[in-house]
């Protein structure tokens, strides 16, 4: 591994060099701070890869030297001298890595864990006592394994934190989806008070999210790591354990537990803290994994009520995200098919309202079977009428020729409950063809998929046309289904609330 040492007012201070960027400047967000008035607010960057350490100057005004040359870019590979302005640091390489082995590695004030692997419990089994890891394995086995709503989970992790690493307080952070962004805490003190939000240093995690480390700080003040990190040392943390938390190669989240002067960590709550870190994260992995099945299950049982089995597996097949890509509002040329029932409102007030309900739902149940039938969606029940779409969500090239076949089996599934006997059912049948607005459409709140447009609403006033048992379609209709079927022209007619006539044929018997 690589340190940087500093060499400043005839103090020394080491930084272990992570893989990846480290910025050396004066300003409080560099990873190394060094304050003195001849270095840059972001003077120089050293990459660590490869063996060897990248050195950039970030065009700083007092220039970075390497054996007292000036440089813009050089290749350190340990043993050199540097400037920076008028401080003088040395790059020196040093055997071992801080993620070579699974034991942990003891300096002075910090020690580290590698995480995400069986070595962490081997490791816990020898350092910590029995009893107190055996307690910890039983509560995993109560509260993590179970499957859980997210949010139960992580606050679980909390609990098993505070009850088994003796902390002051203790944090999770979550990473926002595919990024090492943390985006939200979640944050508890031992004693119950309310708890304000933990500033991590930027130094320390970066440490753990590219090492997968987890690391302990018994005393941040004499820690080089934390010169620059002005919130931790002017707070009362004096020791704490930073961990994240990986699924594969996901980043979930960072995992923190910190205290006040009057209490150290031990190597013994630095594994206990590692083995909940690793249980953790495949506790959170578990939850969103049946947040999102759980999801897509409702959101499966919303569109089968519907949209049949076939344009659901499509539907879902082409979903973006939540599936809303899908639904959107948009311009589709579509088949429109209305049923209403004939004279069911006389019907109706001489019949019971269980009577009325039941003779609906098996009327609904056999018209939804004949739409499905055809891949079409039931767009709405309107009382005693019903309002079914073709060729929407999903592009149907014959959704004319569905919508009539979907009809013809209508009529048919009428004629079978009659022969059943009960309440005789007589039904009108319309279709219409063209241009509509098909989506979810609605408020914040509530939304619904449904169509709009004026060939649904001329649809709809065909229908008044229709004789019971007919089927009538319009030109528009007509003339998209190939090959044609059997019709009889019924000539241009008047609809209310239209200007234009429609020209409307009567399909024939079946």
């Not at 009850?163 to 004693?191: F, K, M, N, W, Y």
């Not at 820690?223 to 961990?243: A, E, W």
């Not at 979907?406 to 005789?424: H, I, K, S, T």
């Amino acid at each position: 591994m690589f340190v940087l040492i500093v060499n400043q007012r005839g103090a020394t201070q080491e930084h272990p060099l992570c893989d990846g960027h480290t910025i050396v400047g004066r300003g409080q967000t560099c990873d190394v701070v060094i304050n003195d008035d001849s270095i840059s607010r972001q003077h120089a960057r050293l990459v660590v890869h490869a063996g060897q350490v990248d050195l950039n100057d970030l065009q700083s005004r007092n220039g970075t030297y390497v054996g007292g040359r000036a440089v813009r870019e050089a290749t350190l590979r340990g043993g050199e001298q540097l400037s920076f302005g008028d401080v003088e640091a040395t790059i020196e390489r040093r055997s071992g890595t801080a993620t070579a082995a699974p034991d942990a590695l003891v300096a002075e004030h910090t020690m580290f864990r590698q995480l995400g692997d069986t070595a962490t419990a081997t490791s816990a089994v020898r350092i910590v006592e029995a009893p107190r890891l055996i307690n910890l394995l039983s509560e995993v086995a109560r509260t993590l394994v179970a499957t859980l709503p997210l949010r139960d989970i992580l606050n679980r992790v909390i609990d098993l934190l505070l009850a088994h690493v003796p902390a002051e307080r203790a944090c999770l952070a979550l990473a926002e989806g595919g990024t090492v962004t943390l985006a939200s805490q979640i944050v508890r003190r031992a004693d119950g008070k309310p708890a304000a939000p933990v500033e991590i240093s930027r130094t320390v995690r970066q440490m753990t999210l590219s090492q997968r480390v987890a690391v302990l700080t018994s005393d941040v003040h004499q820690d080089p790591r934390f010169d620059g990190s002005q919130s931790v040392l002017l707070s009362d943390v004096r020791s704490l354990i930073c961990g994240p938390l990986y699924a594969g190669e996901e980043l979930i989240g960072l995992l923190y537990v910190d205290n006040p002067v009057t209490r150290q960590f031990t190597e013994a709550d630095l594994e206990l803290f590692s083995a909940i870190a690793n249980y953790a994260a495949v506790a959170i992995t578990q939850g969103r994994l049946a947040e999102r099945l759980r999801e897509e299950s409702e959101r499966r049982e919303r569109l089968q009520r519907y949209h049949s089995p076939a344009v659901v597996e499509r539907i879902m097949a082409q979903a973006h995200g939540d599936g809303s890509g899908v639904l959107e509002a948009q311009d589709r040329e579509i088949t429109v098919l209305f049923a209403d029932l004939v004279g069911f409102t006389t019907l109706s007030e001489t019949l019971p309202p269980a009577e009325v309900a039941s003779l609906l739902n098996r009327f609904f149940s056999e018209m939804t079977d004949a739409i499905f039938s055809e891949d079409g969606t039931v767009d709405k029940f309107i009382g005693d009428a019903i309002l079914a779409v073709f060729g929407a969500p999903v592009e149907q090239s014959d959704h004319a020729r569905r919508a009539v076949r979907a009809a013809q089996a209508m009529r048919r599934g009428v004629a079978r409950l009659n022969a059943e006997g009960g309440r005789p059912l007589r039904v009108r049948y319309a279709i219409n063809s063209g241009v509509a607005i098909a989506g979810d459409v609605g408020s914040a709140r509530r939304r619904e998929y449904t169509v709009l447009g004026d060939v649904v609403n001329t649809a709809s006033r065909l229908e008044s046309l229709a004789e019971p048992d007919q089927i009538i379609v319009s030109r528009a209709t007509y003339d998209r289904i190939s090959p044609p079927i059997a019709a009889t022209p019924l000539g241009e007619r008047a609809i209310r609330g239209r200007a234009a006539t429609v020209d409307v044929l009567s399909i024939d018997p079946d």
